[in-house]
């Protein structure tokens, strides 16, 4: 991560490389926190995402103009629903049906009641 939330010129080739390998790729700002800076989120329509720090706002959203992406105020419209439960490498497990829930309630794996 660069420090003072500027970030690096690899960083922004790095994203520049995610938006052209992607489809219906968006920028989102993303509030500085106790233990992240700002950033720029890219996120694509299949989930992936890739962040970077980022000085200010105004260089943000000067980014994502030039690519052509959409910018968003991740604190204003919050993280789009297709990236949640997907982490960079993969997606998140599937969760169980409610017959696979019965049948591991039912078997020898399930805690005993008191």
Do not use: N
Not at 30 to 38: L, S, Y
Not at 82 to 106: C, I, Y
């Amino acid at each position: 991560m660069a420090r003072f939330g500027k970030p690096k010129r690899d960083e922004l080739e790095k994203l520049k490389e995610f938006a052209a390998k992607h489809q219906g790729v968006e920028g989102y700002l993303e509030p500085r926190t106790a233990t992240f800076d700002q950033s720029l989120l890219l996120v694509a329509r299949g989930g992936e995402w890739q962040r970077v720090p980022v000085a200010d706002r105004k260089r943000a959203e000067s980014f994502c103009k030039k690519l052509g992406i959409p910018f968003y105020d991740a604190g204003i419209v919050g993280y789009p629903e297709r990236m949640r439960g997907r982490s960079k490498a993969k997606p998140a497990p599937e969760a169980p049906t409610p017959a696979e829930l019965e049948a591991w309630f039912h078997s020898e794996a399930a805690p005993e009641g008191d």
